[in-house]
């Protein structure tokens, strides 16, 4: 199989500077070294860059909407689409590095292209289905998933094709801590399939991902994880813009991922919300590279 490393290095979607460095994070942390030991062929893509300068002095501009960096994601997320949409359309397992997590509103558009049901697991604190009225902070890395679904700003809605990427019947939210009003009722209303920490405790991980996938895979030409390292725990993902205590271990993570290994589903991955600046030392970075390798099929013997 072959890997194409696509760096969303974006800090657009959320006001703290930093988290656009996330992908050299990760290639420092030894990605594409773990990569290629696990047997798979490896191409980097390089980075997708904001402009620095805008990302420097003009960052944090809200439009009239409440939108945080309006212009920037939408111009970002349009060009992430081009470049995800020609890594499939290669045969290419598409690794997007964040960058935060307002990059999955291109990733998605590019990927949900090639897929009738594109099922989507969503790992994170945060539901990231809000929209502008919905939103506490404006910020649109909270919306990624709910823009995909297609509630929101509609030019978001319809970057790269027109209409929702998403249904919600094919997505399942794990490791929630952290949701909004807003988001609860969407989450009620659309019936998503919602593992929330308390849930990851009373079941367990593994059953966890079992009804996940149980969920998702005969409904679902194509499997798309999107992995926020603010799911996992503080204690674990330090270097991450908005940490919630309690949430998930580094070793349930390593099981969660090897459990969608052995499933031989999974067709694309975000790794999201790597800020080496809030980081001690690169650790976040350092953890995100551990689970993509049992992702990939790292095992422990
Ligand atoms: C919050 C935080 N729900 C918001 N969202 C985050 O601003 O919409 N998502 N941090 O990862
Ligand atoms: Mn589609
Ligand atoms: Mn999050
Ligand atoms: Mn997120």
Redesign the pocket.
Known sequence: QNAHIIGAATAFG?PRLGVDLGPDALRYAGLTKMLKELGLSVTDKGNIKGNFEVEAERHNIKNDDNLLNYDAVKDFNTILAGAVDASVSNGAFPLILGG??SLAIGSLAGISRHYENLGVIWY?????L?DSR??????I???PLGISCGIGDADLVNLYDAGPKVKPENIVLIGMR???EG?KQYIHDNDILTFTMTDVKMMGIAEVMKQALDHLVEKCDGLHLSL?V?GLDPMETPGT??P?DGGLSLSETQLAMSILNDSDRITSMDL??VNPLLDDGNKTAGKAVEIAASLFGKKQL
Do not use: I
């Open positions: 959320q935060d997590h994170d604190a945060h539901g990231d809000n919905t939103s506490p902070s404006g910020n890395h909270g919306m952290d949701l909004d988001e926020d603010d813009g908005t919630v999201v919300e």
